[in-house]
T-cell receptor, first 115, second 112 residues
Framework: EPEVTQTPSHQVTQMGQEVILRCVPI?????FYWYRQILGQKVEFLVS????????KSEIFDDQFSVERPDGSNFTLKIRSTKLEDSAMYFC?????????????FGPGTRLTVL | GQSLEQPSEVTAVEGAIVQINCTYQ??????LSWYQQHDGGAPTFLSY????GLEETGRFSSFLSRSDSYGYLLLQELQMKDSASYFC?????????????FGSGTRLSIRP
């Protein structure tokens, strides 16, 4: 069964450093998302991406964040200058355009720890 | 603001039935989803209701009442593997499209 994959599973970085989180969505999906979940808290929407551009972004997704689809398979989230409060689990998700179109498939997540 | 309310914890017995409620206050509404998340895992989609009524998928059912801004997830024949957190999530209009707002989650504990 196709699945969303994310790398790395765990990223540790120093405050102020740039990080890039990588995702490979399901191959025939066209809608892509990033969410974050601070430990013990709810999942929060960051950004959605469609047709090679951001379709929506939340208040959390400020100028420190950017997304890119550098090729036909990868979808990346970049944080330019990490802060302690960026420590969280980051989930990528993708959604198709046929069948259960409201179903978002989540990747296993990348745990980001900012020291 | 926009908010979703669901109980923080529910405990049930293996083999029993449990209902997890969700009420929402949002600016606009497209639909209500339910996701399951095991500790350390990713959310997994369970169901989506855009119209009033009950949707059944195996042991899980989801209900929506748009007039009451209320929905619930019903889990039947509970199994130990159903121990997880369950999130309701509402799709709302946002800018020119939509976004999903998640509730804080209900931790379901199943005891033998």
């Amino acid at each position: 069964e196709p699945e969303v994959t994310q790398t790395p599973s765990h990223q540790v970085t120093q405050m102020g450093q740039e990080v890039i989180l990588r995702c490979v969505p399901i191959s025939n999906h066209l809608y892509f998302y990033w969410y974050r979940q601070i430990l013990g808290q709810k999942v929060e929407f960051l950004v959605s991406f469609y047709n090679n551009e951001i379709s929506e972004k939340s208040e959390i997704f400020d100028d420190q964040f950017s997304v890119e689809r550098p090729d036909g398979s990868n979808f990346t989230l970049k944080i330019r200058s990490t802060k302690l409060e960026d420590s969280a689990m980051y989930f990528c998700a993708s959604r198709g355009t046929s069948g259960r179109t409201h179903e978002q498939f989540f990747g296993p997540g990348t745990r980001l720890t900012v020291l | 603001g926009q908010s979703l309310e669901q109980p923080s914890e529910v405990t049930a017995v293996e083999g029993a039935i449990v209902q997890i409620n969700c009420t929402y206050q949002t600016s606009g509404f497209y639909g209500l989803s339910w996701y399951q998340q095991h500790d350390g895992g990713a959310p997994t989609f369970l169901s989506y209701n855009a119209l009033d009524g009950l949707e059944e998928t195996g042991r899980f059912s989801s209900f929506l009442s748009r007039s009451d801004s209320y929905g619930y997830l019903l889990l039947q024949e509970l199994q130990m593997k159903d121990s997880a957190s369950y999130f309701c999530a509402v799709r709302v209009p946002y800018s020119s499209a939509s976004k999903i707002i998640f509730g804080s989650g209900t931790r379901l504990s199943i005891r033998p």
